[in-house]
């Protein structure tokens, strides 16, 4: 349950920037009174740049978390072998401090370990377990498709819409896109739907404002 939801999350933030970013950047472009067909580079240009850097970041970031783990977890699998006892009573602590009382904690320990002492001291000591560990390029495959998922959005509008309506149809339908998006993530995760997609789109209304002005400005310069 608490992984579907960490990996919808991911998959959600994903597209969310995806959206925010390409409209953002088309709508840049088409204030600067680009043609179509720039504004179409310029976006796909974007939704690229946007999915490899996601998935460029992702993978560093999640292969450094998995370099930990593994370090973690080859320095725990020298002390069991060379202190079992040790280990034991510091897992046996573990449960005694989560409220368990010592003798049956005692127990607990010694009846995980016979099974699967590793498994027993990766769960309850660090924190690691087979459905949460680090998998970098999942993790950096997973975020490049949402970006991009995300990016096609407004970058189908700009196919779909005659130019002189492109700007209005981008802002209006990403702000639709991302409301929506933030309501089925906050549904899913359980919080409160009206604010989470306020606050998507109030973010996205303010990027794509930001980038407005800018074009508006260099178009009317150059
Ligand atoms: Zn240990």
Known sequence: MVSRIGW??????????????????????????????????????????????????????????????????????????????????????????RGIDPVLANQVAEQLMAKDSLGAHARDE????EGVIARPVQAALTSAATFAVGAALPLSIVLL?????????????SLGFLGLLGAVGARVGGASVGRATIRVTFWGALAMAATAAIGAMFGTVV
């Open 126 to 129: 660090l924190g690691i377990s």
């Open 8 to 97: 919808l999350r991911a998959a959600v933030l994903g597209a969310n920037d995806g959206i925010v970013s390409t409209a953002s950047l088309i709508i840049g472009v088409a204030a600067a009174s680009a043609a179509s067909a720039d504004v179409l580079i310029a976006g796909t240009a974007g939704l690229v740049a946007g999915a490899m850097s996601m998935a460029a970041g992702e993978y560093v970031s999640v292969s450094s978390q998995s370099d930990t783990e593994q370090a973690d977890l080859a320095r725990e699998r020298r002390e069991l072998a060379s202190q079992p006892e040790v280990e034991r009573d510091e897992l046996a602590r573990i449960y005694v401090e």
């Open 161 to 173: 819409v005659p130019r002189p309506a492109l700007l209005a149809a981008v802002a209006v339908s």
